[in-house]
């Protein structure tokens, strides 16, 4: 009864917070003019924006997102784990990141009522050879300041998850679990109390040096930026960031930016553990990932909703926004598979590659990946599940980027246009303190 009433005051919560953005959020008017304009209404987006507008109140702020919905893609389409940041190299702005991120967002939730739960994870190691790179692991981990980690053994890994088999595994009880697209709304909600103002369905197509003062505006050229979409009237701004996701690399280039790093587009499909199998699986399960491949392998993740989602495979989608196997589109597959970096790629990882595809096909492959963690799973236990796609950002030489790429562009609009060209995985749980960050560089380059 009371876990009922739990996801029901949650679905409650989410439903309101949902109308806040169907509510007319619209700029009325021919033309609309504000000081700084946010393109990209997801989750990064999103965390930039109330970041900016909180700590520059006077200005006026306007973000833009070319679906009906914010939150639509990456920010609504993930595992909606809370990392702890054990992976990263130590030091690193990623591992800071995330670690930083991941405190600054259990205090949000508990300040906005959002529920979370920290179930933790296990990351496990089911051959020894695995157990010195866990162990490595244990120590990347102190390093980062994440905590609480400890390693346990077999019996400790059968006391915390009854059906899991494993040598040695590293506990991280600080892992947790949120709806993250629930989480970007209320970034949403936050922007607009704040006297922000969101536009939907505006997909731009450009930007451009305004050539003249909009009409009937009294300011001359203090808004010297016009932003341009196929559909609506244009808006005009003094200084624009992009957060663009799956196209940030495109709306760089439009003005002017390079066009590496690319954004190549990896589909990742899961499988749902049948509700009656919901006993199997307690807390998060990893596996100790490989250096050799650059993805990291299935994995057990519960969900806010009660479910519990197994896997995803990581192959190279056909269609940036294509969530189906057989999504494609012409221009965004030849746009990566013409890349040298995704050539370089392929060819560096051609027998995980098509393992990765062999999964993603056939039940069977994944599900005995996942029997090497929970060997009592069987194929009759899962169904297919959701789909997500991730924007890589990938160099020519086929080496993932995992730091900030800013890029301004060429000429006098470089000045006062800050593209995010790439922010640091995982994204979602590093979204405030990448607001921060982004927010920094924002007001360095345009001295706000």
């Known amino acids: 009864m009371m876990i009922a009433g739990l996801y029901g005051c949650a679905a ?40 900016l507008i909180r700590r520059h109140p006077k200005l006026s702020y306007i973000l833009l997102e070319k679906e009906k919905e914010l939150a639509f893609h990456q920010s609504g389409h993930n595992s909606g784990v809370i990392h702890s940041g054990i992976y990263y190299t130590p030091g690193s702005l990623k591992a800071k990141l995330c670690v930083r991120g991941a405190e600054l967002s259990y205090a949000y939730c508990e300040e906005k009522g959002i529920p979370y739960k920290r179930c933790g994870k296990l990351i496990v190691a089911v051959e020894r050879e695995e157990i010195s790179r866990l162990k490595a692991l244990y120590k990347r981990g102190l390093q980062n300041n994440v905590r609480d980690l400890k390693l346990i053994d077999a019996k400790e890994i059968q006391e915390r998850e009854p059906y899991c088999k494993g040598l040695l595994a590293l506990d991280s009880p600080n892992t947790g679990i949120v709806d993250w697209r629930e989480v970007a709304l209320s970034y949403g909600k936050d922007f607009c109390e704040m006297g922000g103002t969101v536009k939907r369905e505006f997909e731009v197509t450009d930007f451009q040096l305004t050539k003249e ?37 495109r709306l760089s280039q439009k003005s002017g930016c390079r066009d590496e790093p690319r954004i190549v587009p990896f589909r990742g499909d899961y499988l ?31 969900r806010m909703d009660g479910s519990v989602w197994l896997g995803p495979n990581a192959v190279l989608a056909f269609k940036r926004e294509g969530y189906n196997v057989f999504d494609f589109d012409p221009f965004d597959f030849s746009d990566a598979i013409t890349y040298s970096g995704v050539q370089k790629l392929i060819l ?38 959701p789909s ?19 890029d301004g562009g060429s000429g006098a609009i470089g000045s006062r246009v800050l593209h995010v060209r790439n922010a640091p995985s995982p994204a979602a749980t590093s979204s405030l303190a990448i607001g921060e960050v982004i927010a920094d560089e924002a007001e360095k380059k345009f001295k706000l």
Not at 19 to 32: E, I, N, P, Q, T
Not at 356 to 385: C, F, N, S
Not at 388 to 406: I, P
């Open 12 to 51: 409650l919560r989410f439903v309101r917070t949902f109308r806040v953005f169907r509510a007319d959020y619209l700029v009325r008017g021919k033309h609309s003019s504000c000081d700084v304009a946010i393109v990209g209404g997801g989750i990064v987006g999103l965390a930039s924006a109330r970041e």
């Open 213 to 249: 003062s909009p009409e009937s505006s009294t300011d001359g050229l203090k808004y010297p930026i016009t932003i341009k979409s196929s559909k609506e009237p244009a808006i005009h701004c003094s200084y624009v960031v992009t957060c663009g996701g799956l196209y940030s690399d």
């Open 272 to 302: 749902v553990l049948k509700p009656e199998k919901h006993y199997l699986v307690k807390g998060n399960i990893y596996p100790v990932p490989d250096p050799k491949f650059p993805f990291l392998g299935v994995h057990f993740t519960p």
């Open 348 to 385: 560096k990882n051609i027998t995980f590659g098509l393992n990765e595809m062999y999964r993603g096909v056939v039940i069977g492959a994944q599900v005995k990946q996942l029997q090497r963690y929970i060997p009592a799973l069987t194929v009759d236990d899962v169904t297919r599940g």
């Open 388 to 406: 997500g796609v991730r924007a890589q950002a990938l160099d020519k030489d086929g080496n993932l980027v995992d730091d900030f790429v800013f």
